[in-house]
């Protein structure tokens, strides 16, 4: 519940920016109050980007239920191999996404995005090949370091009322620091988790 809780940031943005697109399609005009217009000039990508982020949200909780896993080892494998494939599929366009839309806040956030974005890819891939060579711990803990990168985008939206609220500013300084921080405490975060469950 608390996986899903932390996602209800990434669910609502993308649901937003979804609903803004399917009506720009069905008007043929960008939505008045669209913040994101470019979203429509690189439309495949950034669909690559949302649908597949709205699945890895969605389906992440359940991946890591030990019920779901004991009770319907099944539906664990077939929804794990569409988790992972959308985790990948949202790691590489969001790296390409940093690459070619126009730029939010300054060069921290800019390296941050492509460090953690293929992070994100090196975690589902490694963690792939461990559960490939039935080491599922060694499998579990990539998984559980790739979901909190994948949660990040909520850690960064919820840093930045604080942050406001503090100085009254949202600027390429203020956007840099809680873009980078935002991916550091979820790390951490799935490190420490990790570090408990191993004691």
Not at 32 to 53: C, I, K, Q, S
Not at 133 to 162: C, E, K, N, Y
């Amino acid at each position: 519940m608390a996986l899903w809780a932390l996602g209800l940031a990434i669910l609502f943005n993308a649901a937003f920016r979804l609903i803004g697109i399917a009506e720009g399609l069905s008007t043929g005009a960008i939505p008045v109050g669209f913040d994101a217009p470019h979203y429509f000039e690189h439309l495949p990508l950034t669909l690559t980007h949302l649908v597949p982020g709205l699945l890895f949200v969605l389906l992440g909780p359940l991946q890591f239920s030990s019920h779901v896993r004991q009770q319907w080892p099944l539906v664990h494998r077939v929804s794990g191999r569409l988790w992972a494939t959308c985790g990948l599929l949202l790691g590489v366009a969001g790296v390409v996404m940093n690459k070619w839309f126009p730029p939010v806040g300054g060069p921290l956030k800019y390296w941050s995005t492509h460090l953690f974005g293929i992070a994100l890819v090196m975690c589902i891939a490694l963690g792939i090949a461990a559960i490939l060579g039935g080491r599922v711990d060694r499998h579990r803990r990539w998984m559980v370091r790739a979901f909190a990168i994948g949660l990040a985008p909520s850690t960064q939206r919820l840093l930045f009322f604080p942050v406001f609220a503090v100085t009254g500013r949202i600027d390429e300084q203020v956007i840099d620091v809680v873009m980078s921080v935002g991916w550091v405490v979820n790390v951490v975060a799935a490190e420490l988790i990790l570090w408990r469950a191993s004691r």
